[in-house]
């Protein structure tokens, strides 16, 4: 398989704390800062890129959680892949 391929990555961030919104808010600041193409949707972040660049957003955003005051996070990662690569506009072209 190419190791190049574009395949799609949804990240959730939980943090375990009373306001939970603005560590939210600097874990999709952290994926904005990545540069990978991303959807923010009401429940999940949608990545799009490399496997590498979109597991490297993922952690930046998980990890962007503790910096912003949290002392516990759940992150949940789900990936779409196939062997021709997949993207955010051929899953979403049916619906838009």
């Not at 799009?48 to 910096?67: K, P």
Request: aromatic letters at 4%; hydrophobic letters at 45%; charged letters at 25%.
């Amino acid at each position: 398989m190419d190791a190049n391929r574009t395949v799609t990555v949804s990240v959730q961030v939980v943090p375990l704390c009373d306001e939970p919104y603005p560590v939210i808010d600097q874990a999709i600041a952290a994926i904005k800062a990545s540069g990978i193409r991303h959807e923010v949707c009401p429940m999940e972040t949608v990545l799009e890129g490399t496997l590498d660049a979109c597991l490297a957003a993922a952690r930046a955003a998980h990890e962007a959680c503790f910096a912003a005051g949290a002392r516990r996070t759940v992150t949940y990662i789900k990936i779409s892949d196939s062997v021709n690569g997949t993207t955010i506009d051929e899953k979403m072209a049916k619906y838009r």
